[in-house]
């Protein structure tokens, strides 16, 4: 092991992995606000809603990521009229074009996600809410969205760790993000050891935080779920209910 390149190389690693962050919470917060009405389509009984939704999310699923950052990033510049229209400052770019792939990815696995989490809200805690007047946009804003959102957490925290995998192909289309900077390092050392191991390690560091972060999210929400320990009477904090309704 080369520790003076590997010493070397840790600042241009960390830069680049700050430009994967803006990639991947770009893209999955540009992707969460897309995959909410997707998933209410998507959940519609109406055929005119939820079959162009339905077809989105088959394509964005069913082909690779690679492909679709191909076709944005290269493909885009073949569309006729393209490169003389308003667009054409946006698809130039490539790190535009990334996020633009990836959003578009992460919102369809979002939009299934979300709408399992939706059908998956107990039906018993939907009629409750309509039982006391709640309007549907409420309902859905008070009850059925929160309580999808403990639901779907789980399958969220898989999607937002494999977005931060799938962000490695940026480097493909010339962006310098983490993957981009060790390939750019290794082309101009060839020492793929020392440089491709620390880079596995800076992701698989990012992943476990990212998994660590959510199950604590996941605990905190889940309090209801969790036996309550029994009441006791702490030190200068009073008698307990039963005794203070005897005096």
């Known amino acids: 092991m080369d520790w003076e390149l590997i010493l070397e190389s840790i600042p241009l690693l960390l830069k680049g992995l700050l430009v994967t962050f803006e990639l991947v919470l ?12 997707l998933a209410l389509l998507r959940i519609s009984r109406n055929p005119i809603a939820w079959m ?12 690779p990521l690679l492909v679709q950052l191909y076709l944005i990033y290269y493909g885009s510049a073949q569309i006729p009229g393209m490169q003389d229209s308003v667009l054409w400052p ?3 770019q490539a790190w535009y074009c990334a996020v633009f792939a990836f959003t578009l990815n992460t919102a369809a ?17 939907v009629e409750a ?3 006391v007047g709640m309007s549907p946009s409420l309902l859905y804003r008070r009850i059925i969205l929160p309580r999808a959102f403990r639901i779907g957490l789980p399958a969220y925290t898989n ?20 993957m981009g900077t060790a390939d750019a390092i290794v082309n101009r050392t060839y020492n793929p050891w020392d440089i491709y191991l620390p880079t596995a390690l800076v992701y698989l560091i990012v992943t476990y935080a990212l998994v660590w972060l959510f199950r604590k999210l996941e605990y905190r929400l889940s309090g209801h779920l969790r036996d309550r320990p029994a009441t006791r009477v702490l030190a ?4 307990e209910p039963a005794q203070a309704g005897l005096r």
């Open 109 to 125: 696995y979002q939009a299934e996600i979300f709408r399992g989490a939706i059908l998956a809200v107990p039906h018993g805690e």
């Open 90 to 92: 946006f698809f130039k």
């Open 236 to 239: 200068g904090a009073g008698p």
């Open 26 to 37: 770009l893209s999955l917060f540009l992707g969460g606000i897309l995959a909410v009405p």
């Open 159 to 178: 999607e937002v760790i494999l977005m931060l995998q799938a962000s490695a192909l940026a480097s493909l289309v010339t962006i310098r993000d983490l």
């Open 129 to 131: 809410g309509r039982a």
């Open 52 to 63: 162009p939704v339905y077809a989105y999310i088959y394509v964005m699923r069913g082909t």
